[in-house]
């Protein structure tokens, strides 16, 4: 069983977590820190903080695993994705199924941990068969990524429903923190995802599937990818417009943030991919956990 657990942990890229727990995290601490419109403080319980974290890591565990069920054959012609848990033979079609359901129960479970807020239990289906839904966009459209950017998205705006439901339904502008936060996590996603899919590109083109990096070439792609995270850090910087908390410590970070996403593309070219992974992830696993330090400290601060 040990085994069997560590082999599941590893299908689903359980570390890649750290791209999306950071931003449900920070909206939490924001949901907590800023007045409501009304100049409402709102109270942060552990059984919320709790409820945040469960949800968080079972949403994203059962649409990893059923992304690796619905690719799996697609994965088992792919050379780079042979060796995958499904395709190799490691794990079995029945043990990953039962794992996604488990997770999905495990999901719209933990929801209750809200409870009176009902927002988050009428939205746990729905916003589960969306993040699930991304696993077919390749079949039918180039833009995949931003499918996936806006799977991410949905952590911040959740954690802020989540703890701000009765405010945000008495002020609908409440939310728009979070929103711009979302925006800003869409299109860095987005991009990663773009310079992660170029290993990809001549595969996807022969399978006839749809991505960035198939339809308009490695360059092409780049370029794209690039525009992108442009977005991403003009949306971070219109951020403290809607949470007038931030100040200084947070533009110095999203200054760093900036840095790091154009030594991110200085990585990749279209004629060398090897440094791919490391972009794709170490680099983006500092953007995401910086952005929670150093804009949390900036909330704290003030």
Same mark, same amino acid.
Request: charged letters at 15%; a positive charge.
């Given at each position: ?15 890649? %977590? ?17 007045? !409501?419109?009304d100049g409402e403080k709102v109270a942060l319980t552990w059984q919320a903080g709790l ?9 994203r565990s059962a649409a990893m695993a059923f992304n690796r069920l619905v690719d799996r054959? +697609?994965?088992?012609? =792919? #050379? @780079? %994705?042979?060796?995958?848990? &499904? ?21 719209? !479970? ?6 009176? =807020?009902?927002? #988050? ?9 969306? &993040?699930?839904?991304? $696993? *077919?966009?390749? @079949?039918?459209?180039?833009? !995949?990524? *931003? ?9 911040? +705006? ?11 339904? @008495? ?23 773009? +310079? ?8 996807? @083109? ?6 960035? #990096?198939?339809? *308009?070439?490695?360059?092409? !792609? ?5 525009? $992108? ?14 949470? #007038?908390?931030?100040?200084?410590? *947070? ?25 791919? =992974? ?6 983006? %696993? ?17």
């Amino acid at each position: 069983m040990p085994e069997r657990i560590r082999h599941i942990l590893e299908m689903i890229r359980f570390s890649h %977590t750290v791209f999306a727990m950071p931003f449900a995290l920070l909206a939490t601490i924001m949901a907590w820190r800023l007045p !409501a419109p009304d100049g409402e403080k709102v109270a942060l319980t552990w059984q919320a903080g709790l409820g945040i974290v469960l949800c968080m890591v079972f949403a994203r565990s059962a649409a990893m695993a059923f992304n690796r069920l619905v690719d799996r054959k +697609i994965d088992a012609e =792919n #050379p @780079r %994705t042979a060796t995958r848990h &499904l395709p190799a033979g490691i794990l079995s079609v029945a043990s990953v199924a039962f794992f996604t359901l488990a997770c999905s129960v495990g999901f719209i !479970a933990s929801t209750l941990l809200f409870w009176p =807020n009902w927002l #988050p239990l009428a939205c746990s289906v729905p916003v589960l068969a969306f &993040l699930c839904g991304y $696993s *077919y966009t390749k @079949r039918f459209t180039s833009l !995949a990524h *931003y499918w996936l950017g806006l799977s991410l998205m949905l952590a911040p +705006i959740c954690a802020w429903v989540a703890i701000r439901g009765e405010v945000v339904l @008495r002020h609908p502008s409440d939310i728009l923190p979070a929103v711009m936060l979302g925006l800003g996590v869409l299109f860095w996603v987005a991009g990663f995802d773009i +310079i992660y899919a170029c290993q990809d590109a001549e595969f996807d @083109r022969d399978a006839k599937l749809r991505s960035i #990096p198939a339809k *308009y070439g490695i360059q092409g !792609a780049l370029r794209i990818a690039a525009v $992108s995270h442009l977005l991403a850090v003009l949306a971070f910087a219109l951020l403290p417009f809607t949470a #007038p908390l931030l100040g200084i410590i *947070y533009w110095l970070g999203l200054a760093a943030v900036a840095g790091l996403l154009l030594y991110e593309h200085a990585l990749v070219r279209p004629s060398d991919l090897s440094k791919v =992974n490391l972009a794709f992830f170490h680099v983006n %696993t500092i953007i995401g956990v910086g952005v929670l330090v150093f804009t949390s400290i900036d909330l704290l601060w003030n």
